[in-house]
């Protein structure tokens, strides 16, 4: 059974940066499609960024475009975001998922839905 756990999270303020980590244990990410949502309290998960298993397709959220970046190390089976000019509004718990449905494939889903594993999430708080 895959274990996925996010770290990296914390506060910060308006302006700052962090970059979360997602590190997979049980099963390896090389060959699958990665994403990363946050939920504030009262709403929910959406997604934020996410990738194809080969990095040839990249998505954001027209709200982080620009300022976040996520990358994969297949290596050390580990997810990274990338946050930059992070504002207020990107306070939220941070969570990663993974596309365990299809493998090599070119397809990015952005539906919270369609993926299969998540980790505990790691809270980001952005201080104005």
């Known amino acids: 059974q895959v274990q996925l756990e996010e770290s990296g999270g914390g506060l910060v303020q308006a302006g700052g940066s962090l970059r979360l980590s997602c590190a997979a244990f049980?099963?390896?990410?090389?060959?699958?499609?990665m994403g990363w949502f946050r939920q504030a309290p009262g709403k929910e998960r959406e997604f934020v960024a996410g990738?194809?298993?080969?990095?040839?397709?990249?998505s954001y959220a027209d709200s982080v475009k620009g300022r976040f970046t996520i990358s994969r190390d297949n290596g050390k089976n580990t997810v990274y975001l990338q946050m930059n000019s992070l504002k207020p509004e990107d306070t939220a718990v941070y969570y990663c998922?993974?596309?365990?449905?299809?493998?090599?494939?070119?397809?990015?889903?952005?539906?919270?839905?369609?993926?299969?594993?998540w980790g505990q999430g790691t809270q980001v708080t952005v201080s104005s």
């Open positions: 049980g099963r390896t990410l090389s060959m699958y499609s």
């Open positions: 990738m194809t298993w080969n990095a040839d397709t990249l």
């Open positions: 998922g993974a596309d365990f449905s299809f493998h090599y494939t070119a397809a990015l889903r952005t539906s919270a839905r369609d993926y299969d594993s």
